[in-house]
């Protein structure tokens, strides 16, 4: 699946000691179809990695599915100008899937992109367990740290991550895409299919802090949301409703309590 992933891609390297011709790595950009019972819903772009991961924490989070034993198969099919993920899900959940009369075509696993009107925004989210405040020092930890868990990101330099973090900050688990939702989404869905309690720690993702992230942490069962960059406004009331704790503008230096509290 490597190949896939990153493509060397030749280019001159300009210095003030002169030009060179090198190669660097690139990461692929890879249209993934999401396709429920042959019911084509969405194509995204993404990496392909933990396609598998993917499936489950685009359909949790998108709310196609109630649960996680609601998909019953996950079928990869890799062709030539992209990659099917054709999901096997309830009943039940595919008739709701059906009336929603939702399709997208998108960048990322985005919560918002392909709404059909903005009441379709103010859906319910479930209040976030209630949690020990996150220690300040293992926030800090884990910031220091996550650089040292990106693999693919120390090869391309521009892949997002989304970290799932033990209580004292260290790295339990990591997935990387070029879209910081996919990213997210597959986190979400390693856990739930190794049966983890994300209640437990925190989340650590390398982008803004943005509505749809705050959505898809508050769906998945995270108690606090660090980020590398900054919130949005709406992300901060939906995280106040929900109870999610935010720590943002999260850097080697300095860290912002935004929502919620710390230890």
Request: net charge negative.
């Amino acid at each position: 699946m490597s190949d896939f992933v990153m493509t060397r891609w030749p280019v001159e390297r300009f210095t003030e000691e002169g030009a060179e011709a090198t190669t660097l790595a690139i990461a692929e950009e890879t249209p993934i179809s999401f396709v429920y019972n042959s019911v084509p819903y969405a194509v995204m772009m993404g990496t392909l990695q933990d396609l598998e991961d993917y499936a489950y924490g685009f359909s949790i989070t998108e709310r196609i599915v109630s649960n996680a034993a609601s998909i019953r198969a996950v079928r990869t099919e890799i062709g030539e100008d992209g990659v099917t993920l054709s999901l096997d899900i309830a009943g039940e959940d595919f008739r709701r899937l059906l009336q929603s009369r939702r399709a997208m075509t998108g960048r990322t696993g985005c919560g918002v992109c392909g709404s059909e009107d903005l009441k379709s925004l103010h859906t319910a989210l479930p209040p976030v367990p209630a949690m020990p405040p996150v220690a300040l020092s293992a926030i800090r930890h884990a910031v220091n740290t996550l650089a040292n868990y990106q693999t693919l990101n120390a090869q391309v330099h521009m892949v997002h991550g989304a970290a799932w973090c033990g209580p004292d900050g260290s790295l339990h688990m990591i997935r990387e895409d070029v879209g910081r939702h996919n990213a997210l989404d597959k986190l979400i869905g390693a856990g739930l299919r190794q049966n983890v309690c994300f209640a437990e720690g925190f989340c650590l993702i390398t982008s803004r802090c943005s509505f749809e992230m705050v959505q898809k942490a508050i769906l998945a069962g995270f108690s606090t949301l660090v980020a590398i960059s900054a919130p949005t406004t709406r992300a901060l009331r939906l995280a106040q409703e929900a109870g999610l704790t935010i720590v943002a503008l999260a850097r080697r230096s300095s860290q912002h309590l935004f929502t919620g509290s710390v230890g």
